[in-house]
């Protein structure tokens, strides 16, 4: 079995809502045993301050993540790429995992419609999770 912990890149457009929210659950429930990216192809200046105040409220400080643009190594050094649902392209190597989540965006949506979409997110990456990383034997 490998040692090799497993790498996620997280992609959409902006890199300032979805992506940013996916990254921060995989790594708080992921922890250390999981190597997390997320990036965008027209990345905002500022990750959206709604996603943040979501985030905030499911105990998870997204404040000091920063929107990425989005490179081909980003891709290549990734195990599992999935895209946000925002017809982000990325380019396809052979032997990784694609997934294309269809969320709504929240750009310029109140808390009320981002809390939702951040449910929806957390539901998926604990499912991730528990793809990525079996539960030791016996637990």
């Not at 891709?75 to 969320?103: N, Q």
Request: proline residues 7%; hydrophobic residues 40%.
């Amino acid at each position: 079995m490998s040692t090799e912990k497993p790498s996620v890149l997280f992609v959409c457009v902006h890199n300032a809502g979805r992506s940013q929210m996916a990254a921060g659950y995989l790594r708080e429930l992921g922890g250390d045993r999981v190597e997390v990216r997320s990036a965008g192809s027209e990345p905002k200046d500022r990750i959206n301050p709604v996603a943040v105040e979501a985030m905030a409220e499911a105990g998870i400080d997204i404040t000091g993540n920063t929107p990425k643009i989005l490179t081909v190594d980003a891709v290549k050094e990734s195990d599992v790429v999935i895209t946000m649902g925002c017809g982000d392209a990325c380019p396809v190597f052979p032997g990784k995992r694609y997934e294309d989540w269809e969320l709504d965006d929240p750009a310029g949506q109140g808390i009320e419609a981002v809390r939702p979409i951040r449910d929806e997110i957390r539901r998926r990456v604990e499912e991730l999770v528990g793809e990525l990383l079996p539960a030791p034997a016996g637990a």
